[in-house]
Nanobody, 120 residues
């Protein structure tokens, strides 16, 4: 089983920036799509950004123009750069990927999460 590990969270002031990292235990990002989710207290987990195996990117409306997802396949690492942070960005951020194991079967993999707190 592959493992994902997020890091880079912390306390930042509104308007500040932060970059999160997600390291996979083996090479997967070259062949699998990967996503960043977040979950704020009392809220449902929401999709923030997606990067495909080929490098195409998509963002939630709340993140578009402020967040940038990227990856380094050689380092088995996906990143999320967050700029112009707002208090409503406060959440635990998770990385995610789905590995296909058959035509209709798959394994979902989640990281442990890293907490981002935006507060003055």
């Amino acid at each position: 089983q592959v493992q994902l590990a997020e890091s880079g969270g912390g306390l930042v002031q509104p308007g500040g920036s932060l970059t999160l990292s997600c390291v996979a235990s083996r090479n997967i990002f070259s062949r699998n799509d990967a996503k960043w989710y977040r979950q704020a207290p009392g809220k449902e987990r929401e999709l923030v950004a997606t990067i495909t195996s080929g490098g195409s990117k998509n963002y939630a409306d709340s993140a578009k123009g402020r967040f940038t997802v990227s990856k380094d396949n050689a380092k088995n690492t996906m990143y999320l750069r967050m700029d112009s942070l707002k208090p409503e960005d406060t959440a635990v951020y998770y990385c995610y990927t789905k590995l296909q194991v058959s035509i209709e079967g798959h394994v979902e993999v989640w990281g442990q999460g890293t907490l981002v707190t935006v507060s003055s």
